[in-house]
Every structure is written in structure tokens, then in C-alpha cells.
């Protein structure tokens, strides 16, 4: 997770020269919770809500909520957002073609709070974008997520379910592949925690190079 390194309720605000200013502005003070996602397109979406068991205590996600997380910036004050959204703007790539296929859990032993699909192993072009995001996190003045990056789809989350449950839908869906889709752009979006779930606002869109 990233951390502004600024804290902003500090009641003066230090800069790299040593001077300070008296309080933070509204921009500082206002914080959104925000990550960067590759969303995928609609007929992806409906065939991962298709696999659904209707098990108990697996709560499928919406198609609109399905998307893979690149990072998870926690909450940002918003003169850091401004920034971010153009070190993220300023990234150069290209669009590719990225596979969907293989289900699994999380944790991967004991009882699983996350249900997901893959999009398979060492693809070069997803982790460059992953490190090229991180490097605009940092330079807009966020803390580094030192965490391994395991690029995943979330489908469900599960609530009091045991290991031995979902060992038959999953055994049944060993050789799960949804196909490719082409990623042509990623998402700058912030989450707002509601009684019925997160609800998602597109905050920023980035194409790649040869779309724009």
C-alpha cells in the first residue's frame, strides 16, 4: 500500500528548503482512496460472473467491479493526486494482449478469503506497466508498495467458507481459460466504501501510445 510521505494533518507544512507555511490547504486535507487497474472489457466480465457456484458464504462480484489492480495507493491528499495523474499521463507503453485463465485462492492454504483468476506467469509487458506505476506513485511523492506484485482478477470473497467446499468447483474449472483481451489503457479510480459494497469513480484514463 502506498502512504503519502507528507502527513497533512501536521498543523505546518515543511518543505525541502526547511521553510514552513501556516496549515494545509482543502487540496491537502481532502484524501481519496485510490488505485491504479486494468479494466477489462464487458464480454470478459460476463463470462467470469457466469462461473458463479452460488455457493454459501462466496460472494460473486459485480461485472463492474472485476478489473486487476496494479496498485493500491490508500489514501491520497489531493495536491498528491494532481501529481499523479500526471506522472501517470506521461507514461509511455504500448497495448497487449493478456491471457485470462486459471482460478485460484487467497490464502492458498486453510480457509480462503479470495477467489480469482490468473492472468498467467512472467508477462513482461504487464510488469513493466506495474513498475512504470510504481515509479509514478513515488515521484508524485508516495510511498513504495515493497510488496511482490501477484497480478490477479478477484471474482468473489468468501466469508466462513472452508478449503474443502471449493476444492470441487475448482478441481471442475482445473482448465479454466477465458481467452486474451487487449489492454489498450489503464485507470486511475477511487473507491468509497458503502453498506452495499465498494462503489468505484474513474478518476483518470490512460491510453496506451497508440491510442493516443
Known amino acids: 500500500m502506498f502512504a503519502a510521505l507528507q502527513s497533512v494533518a501536521l498543523p505546518l507544512v515543511k518543505r525541502r528548503c526547511g521553510s514552513t507555511e501556516s496549515r494545509p490547504t482543502i487540496e491537502q486535507m481532502s484524501t481519496k ?3 491504479v487497474s486494468i ?3 464487458l464480454t470478459m466480465t460476463r463470462r467470469l460472473t457466469e462461473l458463479d457456484p452460488q455457493l454459501r458464504g462466496v460472494r460473486w462480484l459485480a461485472p463492474e467491479q472485476m478489473h486487476l489492480t496494479l496498485s493500491f495507493l490508500g489514501n491520497v491528499p ?4 494532481e501529481a499523479l495523474k500526471k506522472n501517470l499521463e506521461a507514461i509511455a507503453w504500448k497495448a497487449f494482449f493478456l491471457p485470462i485463465s486459471g482460478l485460484g485462492t487467497f490464502p492458498g492454504k486453510g480457509r480462503p478469503n479470495i477467489l480469482w483468476v490468473g492472468v498467467g506467469t512472467g508477462h513482461p509487458h504487464l510488469f513493466q506497466l506495474h513498475k512504470r506505476v510504481q515509479e ?3 515521484h508524485a511523492g508516495l510511498e513504495p508498495d515493497l510488496r511482490s506484485f501477484h497480478p490477479h482478477i478477484t471474482l468473489a470473497r468468501c466469508r466462513d467458507v472452508s478449503a474443502e467446499s471449493l476444492r ?3 478441481r471442475t474449472h482445473t482448465a479454466f481459460d477465458a481467452g486474451m483481451i487487449h489492454v489498450e489503457s489503464f485507470c486511475l479510480n ?3 466504501l458503502t453498506s452495499a459494497g465498494s462503489v468505484y469513480t474513474r478518476e483518470l484514463v490512460v491510453p496506451s501510445g497508440d491510442k493516443r
Not at 489531493?78 to 493526486?81: L, T, Y
Open 33 to 35: 482512496r485510490l488505485f
Open 39 to 41: 479494466e477489462l472489457p
Open 78 to 81: 489531493g495536491d498528491v493526486e
Open 136 to 138: 509514478a506513485a513515488i
Open 168 to 170: 470441487p468447483f475448482l
Open 190 to 192: 477511487s473507491s468509497a
